[in-house]
């Protein structure tokens, strides 16, 4: 079973319109973290904003939140106000503490493209 | 402070050469992850170190591919004779302990087998 799902292969957003990148994980574990990552063209993994499983809020970071639905296991996250710059892959990845170490599993990615 | 340091960034071999990547982690990290990215996909999860010991090298393949990382000096990831498959996006990651919040990576060896 996949323990990380991004079911969105490609998006398209207006210029300053919110939108929201959707991502589902699959864990028994009860302790974990979920990250979100920006790769933009140029390839490097740019790191947006962290969940812990036991946040009692929603993480925030600037522009990027992440709606975390801890019984339906999604961490989607919303970017407002979408600039050109935007546009890249972006890749949800989860922490298990039952591995050893920082271990990240990494979703398949979402395309992401803002149109002007 | 330096980020994770990868080079090179780019790297062509020809099928049947060994190829040598290299990661220096951020200054106070002694954990250290390798990840493949394959094209249009997302990383995939190789080896995991510490200085001078491997912890978990379970999404290594079997043959050709091993990873150190030396009491001084950088990671290696070494991958001995390379075929086309072995295209790919190579990341390194580093942290200082198994519980930060922040998985810091560099910016990543492209290689390509021709």
């Known amino acids: 079973a996949q323990k990380i799902t991004q079911t969105q292969p490609g998006m398209f957003v207006q210029e300053k319109e919110a939108v929201t990148l959707d991502c589902t994980y699959d864990?028994?574990?009860?302790?974990?973290?979920l990250f979100w990552y920006k790769q933009p063209s140029s390839g490097e993994m740019i790191f947006l904003i962290y969940q812990g499983s036991y946040d009692q809020q929603n993480a925030t970071e600037g522009r990027y939140s992440l709606n975390f639905q801890k019984a339906r296991k999604s961490a989607n996250l919303v970017i407002s106000a979408s600039q050109l710059g935007d546009s890249a892959m972006y890749f949800c990845a989860m922490r298990e503490t039952n591995n050893a170490g920082n271990m990240l599993t990494f979703g398949g990615g979402t395309r992401l493209m803002v149109k002007p | 402070n330096a980020g994770v340091m990868q080079n090179p960034r780019h790297l062509v071999r020809r099928r049947g050469q060994e190829a040598r990547l290299r990661c220096s982690p951020m200054k106070g990290h002694s954990h250290v992850y390798w990840y493949r990215q394959l094209p249009e996909e997302g990383l995939k999860f190789m080896v995991y170190?510490?200085?001078?010991?491997?912890?978990?090298e379970s999404g290594m393949p079997k043959e050709r591919f091993s990873a150190e990382f030396p009491k001084e000096g950088p990671s290696i990831l070494r991958i001995q004779q390379v075929v086309r498959g072995d295209s790919a996006a190579y990341f390194c990651?580093?942290?200082?302990?198994?519980?930060?919040?922040?998985?810091?990576f560099g910016q990543g060896t492209r290689l390509t087998v021709v």
């Open positions: 990651a580093s942290s200082p302990r198994t519980d930060n919040t922040e998985a810091f």
């Open positions: 864990t028994s574990d009860p302790s974990y973290g």
């Open positions: 170190l510490q200085k001078e010991n491997i912890i978990d």
